[in-house]
């Protein structure tokens, strides 16, 4: 299991992901206005209580704001790289894939549960296409790793991870930020803090804009993978009295990119330049009125609100709801052939809203026992719907896989040539409303000073109902043009079921020393059934298809050391996870994306991570991990027999240093050079050599001056060596003959500029 390096340094100076470090929040000071070389000790809430790191027997990682300003992090993708047993990958905003050990979450379907589950201040966001969220002025990211369903309300199968912003705080303060780059990057981010001890606001932004790194030849369209996102946020604390903490977060988060390079290699130019080179990218002459979008891009709205409230009524015990609501509008156009023709494009518009609220009380006698108990309740409501557009023509010429008549060696269209289009539209929606009621109790006894035992369960109930609706008109050929697709005449098809789960977990901590402690966990996850409905042709007409798959379980067992000693500190584990009923997504020949079984998986690994500080001014920090997991390789699991899990590399490691020392008055000078690297990953499951991404080592550094405490110049450098690597394959043109692979990042760099009051 993970668990990250004991930290016992200021937050504000700590390069190294330090796990189960999870500061409190009335610990820290503020981060933006820390003297360099500030010490404190180290406080975690992993449990909802206030501990030393090296006390928590459950594996979390964590990093603070400044720890991430420090690495030259601003994305939760570039933050996995650092973090043992955590992948993202970020297709766009409207498509983030989490993976924690191996297990990803990444479905765009209503109907399906969360694996990983994402949580901003306290509250569930994890609906794939609502999940995205920009990361400024945070306090701090943890990352959980296996299953903790008393602490977590919606019960994530394998882990979470939970952004939580800056409070506000007495006292009036800033920090404004600009930044120039390479492709035109553009950022100008802060934020503002007023207020006393009894009220204090706070208002924090990000504007971040960036051209699109693959050129698009086509004269109408964008270039891909750019960048144009706003995010605003105001905080507001209330604290009438010692007892009572009551927060009070609105947050508004706004994407306008341009379109994914999804580019395919079997035609030109890709063919003849390579999926690293230009891109031709044309979309559908009718993208506005069928698609939603003149131009291939994402169109997308967050609006949350958040309500915290936390009192100490009686010696010892403590109330803490938390509540919350989110709502998303995603709408992304994309051209899932990769190809100049008008063939397979599509758009997804994705909406949904959320309902949060958890209650939990909280005792702790500071000697031999503590617990912690309450509710949770969770409603979400949402829908994808995704509109098609193609040429028939078109569509002929190309169905039959990549020919001359689909595209011509010089990149043309022979079968658009010939006669006038001919238009084709067809639509799918699929829908989810699911209500989660749980109760949950927590208990740790400590028998002995040296013996920490932990206990608890989660009881959970929850009712899923989906919905389908399609319109598929026929072709000139009398059927639909996309085969398989099933109209539903414009009918919804419902479904609903209801299930219940009870989710154990239980932790041992044994104090080796002061600084050294042993723990070992065992823990229960649950993915929900999907209660899976579409569409399937009869004589008498078309009726529904009803796919009911599984809950999946995993068993998660986990062990291992962590401490200090003198200039050192860190830790090792190991563990071991056997699923059932693993759930997988397959896309099929229409399209569409299915839910099934793929049987039994297991997952072994072990995960390390150390610190050393040999001086004030230097700091040097590895981590690495080693997960071998995947379906198992038996005969009743079919074609998944044997295969990785999609998106887990089998070997991940970082390391890097940095340096924060004066130069005499008031100036400083500092850096934070790292390397990465990552073994081969596939992308999709069955695994396939061609689907698949070979081993990368990304360097990136970030280094700087600063003065008089208030004003900072920086340089950052992301992928210095300017790597050729993927980020995605397979995708929706796959089904039909044509693979698309979307490029990472290449080079970007750039130079930033702070001023704190």
Partial sequence: MACASVLLAGVSHVPALAAE??????????????PAGDSQEIFV??????????????????????????????????????????????????????????????????????????????????????????????????????????????????????????????????????????????????HLNAGNDVVAGRIAFAWKKRDGYVENLDPVQDDLNGQDQLGVRGSLRFTPSPDVTADLILTYDRQRNPGTAFI?????????????????????????????????GLHRDVYDANFTLAWDFADDWTLTTVNGYREFDSLEVFDADGTRAWFLEFAEDAKGHQINHETRFAYDNGESFRTSFGWNFFHEKNSQTVPFSSDQR???????????????????????????????RSIYSNRGENDSY??????????????????????????????????????????????????????????????????PRFNILYRLSDRVNAYATISKGRRSPTVQIAARSTAAGPVPAITNIPEENVWNYEAGLKGSAGIASGSIGVFYQKYDNFQVNRTLDNGTTVTESAGTASNLGVEAELSLRPTSWLRLFANGAWI??????????????GDRFRLQPKVQASGGFTIDAPLGGDLRVFA????????????????????????????????????????????????????????????????????????AEPRLYGLQLTARF
């Fill in 21 to 34: 470090e999870v500061v409190a929040a009335d610990t820290i000071a503020d981060a933006d206005a820390a």
């Fill in 45 to 190: 809430t992993a449990q909802k209580i206030e501990q030393r790191a090296v006390d928590v027997p459950i594996t979390i990682s964590a990093i603070s704001g400044a720890q991430m300003r420090e690495l030259g992090v601003s994305d939760l993708d570039e933050l996995s790289n650092y973090v043992p047993g955590l992948n993202i990958q970020e297709q766009s905003a409207n498509n983030p894939g989490i993976v924690i050990r191996g297990i990803t979450s990444d479905s765009g379907s209503s109907q399906q549960a969360a694996r990983v589950t994402l949580y901003y201040n306290g509250v569930d966001i994890s609906r794939s296409r609502g999940a995205y969220q920009d990361v400024y002025d945070i306090e701090r990211i943890e990352v959980v790793k296996g299953p903790q369903a008393t602490l977590f309300g919606t019960a994530s199968t394998i882990g979470a991870i939970s952004i939580i912003s800056a409070r506000p705080r007495p006292g009036f303060s800033g920090e404004l930020t600009a930044g120039l780059g390479n492709l035109d990057q553009r950022l100008l981010s802060g």
């Fill in 264 to 296: 395919t290699n079997r035609v030109p130019p890709a063919s003849q330049t390579g999926v690293f080179g230009p891109a031709w990218l044309g979309g559908s002459p009718l993208s506005k009125e069928v698609l939603g979008l003149s131009k291939l």
């Fill in 394 to 424: 078109v569509f002929a010429a190309c169905a039959a896989r990549p020919g001359p008549l689909c595209i011509a060696p010089d990149g043309s269209v022979p079968a658009a040539a010939v006669g006038a289009p001919i238009p084709y």
């Fill in 438 to 503: 749980s109760v949950f109790a927590d208990g740790t006894w400590t028998p002995t000073p040296a013996l920490e035992l932990t206990a608890g369960a989660r009881v959970l109930i929850e009712k899923r109902r989906s919905g389908y609706v399609s319109d598929v008109p026929n072709a000139l050929n009398g059927r639909p043009l996309i085969a398989n697709q099933v109209s539903t005449r414009g009918e919804l098809y419902e479904v609903e079921d209801s299930f219940s789960a009870l989710l």
């Fill in 628 to 641: 071998d997991g995947g379906i198992d390789d038996k005969a009743a699991n079919g074609v998944y027999a």
């Fill in 672 to 743: 934070t050079p790292s390397v990465t690297y990552r073994s081969r990953i596939y992308f999709e499951v069955p695994n396939t050599p061609e689907i698949s991404q070979e081993a990368v080592t990304l360097v990136n550094v970030r280094a700087g001056i600063s003065f008089a405490d208030r004003y900072e110049l920086a340089a950052f450098a992301r992928n210095l060596l300017d790597e050729d690597y993927l980020l995605d394959a397979g995708n929706t043109g796959r089904a039909f003959g044509f693979p698309t692979f979307i490029p």
